[in-house]
């Protein structure tokens, strides 16, 4: 279902999330759950993926995160601070120990002046640790924005996981 590069890197967070005890969510709106997909497309994947939020509108980034609406409207859904707040709401209403969470634009429409299609932030959180975000603009049409961010995503994770190990 996804590409092997995507599944390779999948198969590596997982590894490496699972060798080291650690578990990891998902918050997720541009992608609408490709991110979680990818990860739990690999078999074992249960031992590491503890949840995924599929959180499309600024409601449910509100209802299910608790991303504050005020941040909402200061600096919009694509934002690196509305990003960073989903990892950390993604980690307050879960029982990971890591999450990744991605809000962007697609496209083909949704652009602005300073937000162009493939406009994408890619958030993490770590328990008991920081929170942070990077920007990309990511080429291409719509699915290729999207995948393009899940494997951004992926790489994201395996940067953030803890050094040590809870086991």
Do not use: W
């Amino acid at each position: 279902m996804f590409p092997e590069p995507i599944r390779e890197l999948s198969a590596q967070v997982l590894a490496e999330y699972g060798l080291a005890g650690f578990m990891l969510a998902t918050a997720e709106s541009c992608t609408g759950g490709l991110i979680a997909g990818a990860l739990t497309d690999i078999a074992g994947s249960s031992k590491v993926v503890d949840r995924g939020f599929v959180t499309y509108t600024n409601i449910a980034k509100t209802e299910l995160l608790g991303v504050p609406a005020s941040l909402l409207h200061a600096h919009g859904a694509v934002s690196p601070e509305v990003a960073v707040a989903m990892a950390v709401g993604a980690l307050a209403k879960s029982r990971a120990d890591v999450t990744v969470a991605v809000t962007g634009i697609a496209g083909p429409g949704g652009a602005t002046e300073t937000k162009p299609v493939g406009r994408v932030y890619v958030a993490t959180a770590v328990r008991g640790g920081a929170a942070k975000a990077k920007e990309y603009t990511f080429p291409g049409d719509r699915d290729a924005v999207r995948m393009a961010t899940v494997q951004a995503a992926l790489e994201r994770l395996r940067l953030a996981r803890p050094t040590g190990s809870l086991r």
